[in-house]
Nanobody
Framework: QLQLVESGGGLVQPGGSLRLSCAAS????????VGWFRQVPGKEREGVSCISTSTGSTNYADSVKGRFTISRDDAKNTVYLQMNSLKPEDTAVYYCAALQAYYCSAYVSSYDYWGQGTQVTVSS
């Protein structure tokens, strides 16, 4: 069974940190660009960050630049999202998604596989 499983979400105070993990099973992430997206109720899913497969190049939404870092460990078949200096507006369900391509896409519909999501809540 091909799937992505996110973990690492939770409740954190403003200014705190979390590290999300996205582990693939049934296929290898090598050869896939991997993105992190987030969604709050009533809003569209938005891209947060993405990492390509060919060069490992990364991109970030303006709202998270300088605070979030995406990385991948193909040996562990896992992609990470380190989130620092968290703000209440970062509260959302976070999803990882894999695209069988060298480079990332900004379009949700481009991605081949999705995880089930992990809740991140930033609140005092």
């Amino acid at each position: 069974q091909l799937q992505l499983v996110e973990s690492g979400g939770g409740l954190v105070q403003p200014g705190g940190s979390l590290r999300l993990s996205c582990a693939a099973s049934g296929f290898t992430l090598d050869g896939y660009a991997v993105g992190w997206f987030r969604q709050v109720p009533g809003k569209e899913r938005e891209g947060v960050s993405c990492i390509s497969t060919s060069t490992g190049s990364t991109n970030y939404a303006d709202s998270v630049k300088g605070r979030f870092t995406i990385s991948r460990d193909d040996a562990k078949n896992t992609v990470y999202l380190q989130m620092n200096s968290l703000k209440p507006e970062d509260t959302a369900v976070y999803y990882c998604a894999a695209l069988q391509a060298y480079y990332c896409s900004a379009y949700v519909s481009s991605y081949d596989y999705w995880g089930q999501g992990t809740q991140v809540t930033v609140s005092s």
